[in-house]
T-cell receptor
Framework: EAGVTQSPRYAVLQEGQAVSFWCDPI?????LYWYQQPRDQGPQLLVY????????NSQLPSDRFSAVRPKGTNSTLKIQSAKQGDTATYLC????????????FGPGTRLTVL | QQKVQQSPESLSVPEGGMASFNCTSS?????YFWWYRQHSGEGPKALM?????GDKKEGRFTAHLNKASLHVSLHIRDSQPSDSALYFC?????????????FGAGTRLKVIA
Protein backbone atom coordinates (compact mmCIF):
# COMPACT_ATOMS: atom_id res chain seq x y z
CA GLU A 1 0.00 0.00 0.00
CA ALA A 2 1.43 3.36 -1.02
CA GLY A 3 1.83 5.87 1.76
CA VAL A 4 1.06 9.58 1.84
CA THR A 5 3.15 11.42 -0.73
CA GLN A 6 4.08 15.09 -0.65
CA SER A 7 5.90 17.40 -2.99
CA PRO A 8 8.15 19.23 -3.13
CA ARG A 9 10.35 17.88 -0.31
CA TYR A 10 12.18 21.19 0.10
CA ALA A 11 11.47 24.82 -0.80
CA VAL A 12 13.54 27.98 -0.28
CA LEU A 13 11.87 31.37 -0.84
CA GLN A 14 12.42 35.04 -0.34
CA GLU A 15 9.87 36.89 1.80
CA GLY A 16 6.84 37.86 -0.25
CA GLN A 17 7.04 34.94 -2.66
CA ALA A 18 4.27 32.37 -3.06
CA VAL A 19 4.57 28.60 -2.70
CA SER A 20 2.27 25.60 -3.06
CA PHE A 21 2.50 22.23 -1.39
CA TRP A 22 0.83 19.14 -2.81
CA CYS A 23 -0.40 16.04 -0.98
CA ASP A 24 -1.66 12.69 -2.24
CA PRO A 25 -3.27 10.76 0.65
CA ILE A 26 -3.63 7.02 1.03
CA UNK A 27 -6.31 5.72 -1.31
CA UNK A 28 -9.68 5.42 0.43
CA UNK A 29 -8.81 7.79 3.29
CA UNK A 30 -11.57 10.37 3.48
CA UNK A 31 -9.94 12.65 6.07
CA LEU A 32 -6.90 14.78 5.24
CA TYR A 33 -4.94 17.05 7.58
CA TRP A 34 -2.34 19.77 7.02
CA TYR A 35 0.04 20.57 9.88
CA GLN A 36 2.80 23.11 10.39
CA GLN A 37 5.77 21.84 12.39
CA PRO A 38 8.35 24.44 13.46
CA ARG A 39 11.81 23.04 14.15
CA ASP A 40 11.92 20.88 17.31
CA GLN A 41 8.21 21.42 18.04
CA GLY A 42 5.09 19.34 17.68
CA PRO A 43 2.83 19.43 14.62
CA GLN A 44 0.22 22.21 14.79
CA LEU A 45 -3.02 21.69 12.88
CA LEU A 46 -3.70 24.22 10.13
CA VAL A 47 -6.77 22.71 8.45
CA TYR A 48 -8.50 19.40 7.93
CA UNK A 49 -10.97 18.03 5.38
CA UNK A 50 -13.48 15.25 5.29
CA UNK A 51 -13.83 14.44 1.60
CA UNK A 52 -13.86 17.88 -0.10
CA UNK A 53 -15.37 19.77 2.86
CA UNK A 54 -13.32 21.86 5.28
CA UNK A 55 -14.11 20.69 8.83
CA UNK A 56 -11.77 22.97 10.78
CA ASN A 57 -9.61 25.82 9.47
CA SER A 58 -9.60 27.90 12.64
CA GLN A 59 -5.78 27.86 12.86
CA LEU A 60 -5.17 28.69 9.19
CA PRO A 61 -3.87 32.28 8.70
CA SER A 62 -6.57 33.05 6.14
CA ASP A 63 -5.00 36.25 4.89
CA ARG A 64 -2.06 34.37 3.35
CA PHE A 65 -2.79 30.64 3.54
CA SER A 66 -5.35 28.68 1.58
CA ALA A 67 -6.07 24.96 1.22
CA VAL A 68 -8.29 23.01 -1.15
CA ARG A 69 -9.25 19.40 -1.74
CA PRO A 70 -11.58 19.75 -4.73
CA LYS A 71 -12.41 16.09 -5.48
CA GLY A 72 -11.87 14.71 -2.01
CA THR A 73 -8.57 13.11 -2.96
CA ASN A 74 -5.41 15.21 -3.51
CA SER A 75 -4.96 18.50 -1.69
CA THR A 76 -2.96 21.70 -2.17
CA LEU A 77 -1.83 24.12 0.54
CA LYS A 78 -0.74 27.55 -0.69
CA ILE A 79 1.07 30.40 1.00
CA GLN A 80 0.38 33.62 -0.90
CA SER A 81 3.10 35.89 0.50
CA ALA A 82 5.57 34.01 2.64
CA LYS A 83 7.11 35.47 5.81
CA GLN A 84 10.22 34.35 7.70
CA GLY A 85 7.93 33.12 10.48
CA ASP A 86 6.47 30.57 8.04
CA THR A 87 9.78 28.66 8.07
CA ALA A 88 8.77 25.15 9.16
CA THR A 89 8.03 21.67 7.87
CA TYR A 90 4.55 21.28 6.40
CA LEU A 91 3.09 17.83 7.00
CA CYS A 92 0.13 16.19 5.34
CA UNK A 93 -1.65 13.27 7.01
CA UNK A 94 -4.64 11.14 6.11
CA UNK A 95 -6.90 8.78 8.04
CA UNK A 96 -9.80 6.43 7.26
CA UNK A 97 -12.41 8.52 9.04
CA UNK A 98 -12.17 10.28 12.38
CA UNK A 99 -13.16 9.40 15.92
CA UNK A 100 -9.65 8.73 17.15
CA UNK A 101 -8.37 6.93 14.06
CA UNK A 102 -4.63 6.66 13.33
CA UNK A 103 -3.18 9.38 11.14
CA UNK A 104 -0.68 8.41 8.45
CA PHE A 105 1.85 11.16 7.75
CA GLY A 106 3.78 12.00 4.63
CA PRO A 107 7.48 12.93 4.79
CA GLY A 108 6.73 16.66 4.82
CA THR A 109 7.92 19.69 2.89
CA ARG A 110 10.69 21.65 4.60
CA LEU A 111 10.17 25.35 3.86
CA THR A 112 12.81 28.01 4.46
CA VAL A 113 11.83 31.67 3.99
CA LEU A 114 14.85 33.98 3.80
CA GLN B 1 -7.13 26.84 23.63
CA GLN B 2 -6.78 23.17 24.34
CA LYS B 3 -3.23 22.10 25.15
CA VAL B 4 -1.19 18.97 25.62
CA GLN B 5 1.91 19.30 27.81
CA GLN B 6 4.77 16.80 27.53
CA SER B 7 7.67 16.08 29.84
CA PRO B 8 10.58 15.81 29.93
CA GLU B 9 11.82 17.84 26.97
CA SER B 10 14.66 15.40 26.40
CA LEU B 11 15.79 12.07 27.78
CA SER B 12 18.91 9.91 27.55
CA VAL B 13 18.83 6.24 28.47
CA PRO B 14 21.39 3.43 28.07
CA GLU B 15 20.74 0.67 25.56
CA GLY B 16 18.52 -1.91 27.23
CA GLY B 17 17.11 0.63 29.67
CA MET B 18 13.60 1.96 30.27
CA ALA B 19 12.43 5.22 28.68
CA SER B 20 9.37 6.98 30.13
CA PHE B 21 7.38 9.84 28.68
CA ASN B 22 4.59 11.89 30.25
CA CYS B 23 1.69 13.85 28.81
CA THR B 24 -0.99 15.94 30.51
CA SER B 25 -3.99 17.38 28.70
CA SER B 26 -5.93 20.50 29.63
CA UNK B 27 -9.43 19.53 28.54
CA UNK B 28 -11.69 16.68 29.70
CA UNK B 29 -13.16 16.58 26.17
CA UNK B 30 -10.00 14.81 25.02
CA UNK B 31 -11.14 11.22 24.47
CA TYR B 32 -8.56 9.53 22.29
CA PHE B 33 -4.82 9.50 22.89
CA TRP B 34 -2.04 8.43 20.56
CA TRP B 35 1.72 8.23 20.79
CA TYR B 36 3.70 9.04 17.66
CA ARG B 37 7.40 8.77 16.94
CA GLN B 38 9.35 10.88 14.45
CA HIS B 39 12.83 10.08 13.19
CA SER B 40 14.87 12.88 11.70
CA GLY B 41 13.78 13.81 8.17
CA GLU B 42 10.60 11.73 8.31
CA GLY B 43 6.96 12.29 9.16
CA PRO B 44 5.59 11.07 12.50
CA LYS B 45 4.51 7.41 12.69
CA ALA B 46 1.92 6.07 15.09
CA LEU B 47 3.19 3.81 17.87
CA MET B 48 0.01 3.04 19.75
CA UNK B 49 -3.31 4.38 20.91
CA UNK B 50 -5.04 4.28 24.27
CA UNK B 51 -8.68 5.19 24.78
CA UNK B 52 -9.59 3.58 28.13
CA UNK B 53 -8.25 4.01 31.66
CA GLY B 54 -5.49 1.61 32.60
CA ASP B 55 -2.54 0.02 30.84
CA LYS B 56 -2.12 -1.14 27.25
CA LYS B 57 0.90 -3.17 26.19
CA GLU B 58 2.21 -3.73 22.67
CA GLY B 59 5.56 -5.49 22.56
CA ARG B 60 8.19 -3.32 24.25
CA PHE B 61 5.76 -0.39 24.53
CA THR B 62 3.29 0.20 27.39
CA ALA B 63 0.87 3.12 27.55
CA HIS B 64 -1.07 4.18 30.63
CA LEU B 65 -4.11 6.46 30.77
CA ASN B 66 -5.75 8.12 33.77
CA LYS B 67 -8.65 10.23 32.53
CA ALA B 68 -9.43 11.59 36.01
CA SER B 69 -6.01 13.25 36.17
CA LEU B 70 -5.87 13.90 32.40
CA HIS B 71 -2.53 12.05 32.33
CA VAL B 72 -1.15 9.61 29.79
CA SER B 73 2.30 8.02 29.75
CA LEU B 74 4.42 5.82 27.50
CA HIS B 75 7.16 3.43 28.62
CA ILE B 76 9.65 1.69 26.36
CA ARG B 77 11.50 -1.24 27.88
CA ASP B 78 14.75 -2.66 26.50
CA SER B 79 15.41 0.58 24.61
CA GLN B 80 17.42 0.28 21.38
CA PRO B 81 19.51 2.88 19.52
CA SER B 82 16.86 2.79 16.76
CA ASP B 83 14.36 4.12 19.34
CA SER B 84 16.25 7.44 19.34
CA ALA B 85 13.69 9.90 17.97
CA LEU B 86 11.18 12.60 18.86
CA TYR B 87 8.09 11.26 20.69
CA PHE B 88 4.74 13.05 20.59
CA CYS B 89 1.56 12.64 22.53
CA UNK B 90 -1.57 13.51 20.50
CA UNK B 91 -5.05 13.97 21.93
CA UNK B 92 -8.25 14.03 19.94
CA UNK B 93 -11.28 16.03 20.90
CA UNK B 94 -14.66 14.46 20.39
CA UNK B 95 -17.12 17.26 21.03
CA UNK B 96 -19.50 18.36 18.27
CA UNK B 97 -18.05 15.77 15.89
CA UNK B 98 -14.79 17.68 15.42
CA UNK B 99 -12.09 15.07 15.93
CA UNK B 100 -9.05 17.26 15.40
CA UNK B 101 -5.82 16.27 17.07
CA UNK B 102 -3.70 18.42 19.38
CA PHE B 103 -0.04 17.45 19.60
CA GLY B 104 2.37 18.09 22.44
CA ALA B 105 5.76 19.71 21.86
CA GLY B 106 7.53 16.36 22.04
CA THR B 107 10.23 14.57 24.04
CA ARG B 108 13.55 13.85 22.36
CA LEU B 109 14.93 10.43 23.26
CA LYS B 110 18.55 9.43 22.85
CA VAL B 111 19.47 5.81 23.47
CA ILE B 112 23.18 5.46 24.17
CA ALA B 113 24.83 2.26 22.94
Amino acid sequence: EAGVTQSPRYAVLQEGQAVSFWCDPISGHDTLYWYQQPRDQGPQLLVYFRDEAVIDNSQLPSDRFSAVRPKGTNSTLKIQSAKQGDTATYLCASSPGTGGREQYFGPGTRLTVL
Amino acid sequence: QQKVQQSPESLSVPEGGMASFNCTSSDRNFQYFWWYRQHSGEGPKALMSIFSDGDKKEGRFTAHLNKASLHVSLHIRDSQPSDSALYFCAASLSNTGNYKYVFGAGTRLKVIA
